[in-house]
């Protein structure tokens, strides 16, 4: 792993790993969202609106997983000081939070011909709007901790502890619709186990992948402009020194 | 009486918000990207 404590070495894997998420990532995605929308049969109960979960499913899970990966990431800051791991877990906060977002938008118009409600206040829905605003804290606070690291502070473990502290939400999110009463059903998907018709299930695994990999170089790509960034704070402040 | 609501309308729209999200995601991402890395090697260069 501190192999790519390199810039260098973890640019040049970039360079290619990046394109190659991306492309199949974009026509894995779009080929599943055509898919559902195209060739999947309407639901018994659903009706139509069971074409919206091929995008709101991944969506919801990319916003679970990113605040995942910010957490692993500031465990490996906090206890290694890997020096790509605080890059990591703030390349993952922005499109963590737009996939964040997009689940919540995506959902609530699922609920509205589905629930006849455009919101409730239950616990999963509540839990997933705390993400967004546990997002919209961590980028704030990681702008700032930059700022403060460009002066010579150490504020980016103060980033570090609240990306670790957030993670208590990721299980809250998951146990909700277990622990209390709720308009949204139980997990149709479990470890091993799937309530879901084939045909529905296919396209949504396939878009799930292909959002997971634009999820992957959309977060390579942010690495690699926060590492330029950085390059030439360090380039301009050298220079300024004399 | 029940409201009619054409549930094709909320596809549209979810799918709509969901693909052009995703797609400024992208591209927002991919440019701010090329934009850091042109700016380093100005620096660089200087």
Same mark, same amino acid.
């Given at each position: 792993?501190? &192999?790519?404590?390199?810039?260098?070495?973890?640019?040049?894997?970039?360079? %290619?790993?990046?394109?190659?998420?991306?492309?199949?990532?974009?026509?894995?995605?779009?080929?599943?969202?055509?898919?559902?929308?195209?060739?999947?049969?309407?639901?018994?109960?659903?009706?139509?609106?069971?074409?919206?979960?091929?995008?709101?499913?991944?969506?919801?899970?990319?916003?679970?997983?990113?605040?995942?990966?910010?957490?692993?990431?500031?465990?490996?800051?906090?206890?290694?000081?890997?020096?790509?791991?605080?890059?990591?877990?703030?390349?993952?906060?922005?499109?963590?939070?737009?996939?964040?977002?997009?689940?919540?938008?995506?959902?609530?118009? %699922? &609920?509205?011909?589905?629930?006849?409600?455009?919101?409730? %206040?239950?616990?999963?829905?509540?839990?997933?709007?705390?993400?967004?605003?546990?997002?919209?804290?961590?980028?704030?606070?990681?702008?700032?901790?930059?700022?403060?690291?460009?002066?010579?502070?150490?504020?980016?473990?103060?980033?570090?502890?609240?990306?670790?502290?957030?993670?208590?939400?990721?299980?809250?999110?998951?146990?909700?619709?277990?622990?209390?009463?709720?308009?949204?059903?139980?997990?149709?998907?479990?470890?091993?186990?799937?309530?879901?018709?084939?045909?529905?299930?296919?396209?949504?695994?396939?878009?799930?992948?292909?959002?997971?990999?634009?999820?992957?170089?959309?977060?390579?790509?942010?690495?690699?402009?926060?590492?330029?960034?950085?390059?030439?704070?360090?380039?301009?402040?050298?220079?300024?020194?004399? | 009486?029940?409201?009619?609501?054409?549930?094709?309308?909320?596809? !549209?729209?979810?799918?709509?918000?969901? !693909?052009?999200?995703?797609?400024?995601? !992208?591209?927002?991402?991919?440019?701010?990207?090329?934009?850091?890395?042109?700016?380093?090697?100005?620096?660089?260069?200087?």
């Amino acid at each position: 792993m501190h &192999g790519f404590a390199n810039p260098a070495r973890f640019l040049r894997l970039a360079r %290619w790993l990046m394109p190659l998420l991306l492309v199949p990532g974009l026509i894995l995605a779009f080929g599943a969202l055509a898919w559902g929308v195209l060739v999947v049969p309407p639901d018994r109960l659903m009706g139509d609106t069971v074409r919206i979960l091929f995008i709101h499913v991944p969506c919801v899970w990319l916003g679970m997983a990113g605040w995942s990966m910010i957490a692993i990431s500031s465990i490996v800051e906090l206890v290694w000081r890997h020096p790509l791991a605080n890059i990591a877990a703030r390349a993952a906060a922005v499109p963590g939070a737009v996939f964040t977002a997009l689940g919540l938008a995506t959902g609530s118009i %699922w &609920g509205r011909p589905t629930w006849g409600t455009w919101w409730v %206040w239950d616990g999963r829905l509540t839990s997933f709007l705390i993400l967004l605003f546990l997002y919209l804290g961590y980028i704030a606070l990681a702008s700032a901790s930059q700022r403060d690291m460009a002066a010579g502070g150490g504020a980016s473990r103060v980033t570090a502890i609240f990306g670790l502290v957030g993670a208590i939400n990721i299980p809250i999110i998951n146990r909700s619709v277990v622990w209390w009463n709720s308009l949204h059903q139980p997990p149709s998907i479990t470890m091993g186990r799937s309530s879901i018709d084939g045909t529905f299930q296919w396209p949504l695994l396939i878009a799930a992948i292909g959002f997971s990999l634009i999820f992957g170089g959309v977060v390579l790509a942010r690495m690699r402009m926060l590492l330029a960034d950085i390059q030439a704070e360090a380039r301009l402040r050298r220079k300024a020194m004399g | 009486m029940h409201e009619q609501m054409n549930q094709w309308d909320f596809v !549209v729209a979810a799918l709509g918000i969901g !693909v052009v999200g995703t797609l400024v995601l !992208v591209g927002w991402t991919l440019w701010a990207m090329v934009r850091a890395e042109r700016r380093r090697d100005r620096v660089r260069g200087k």
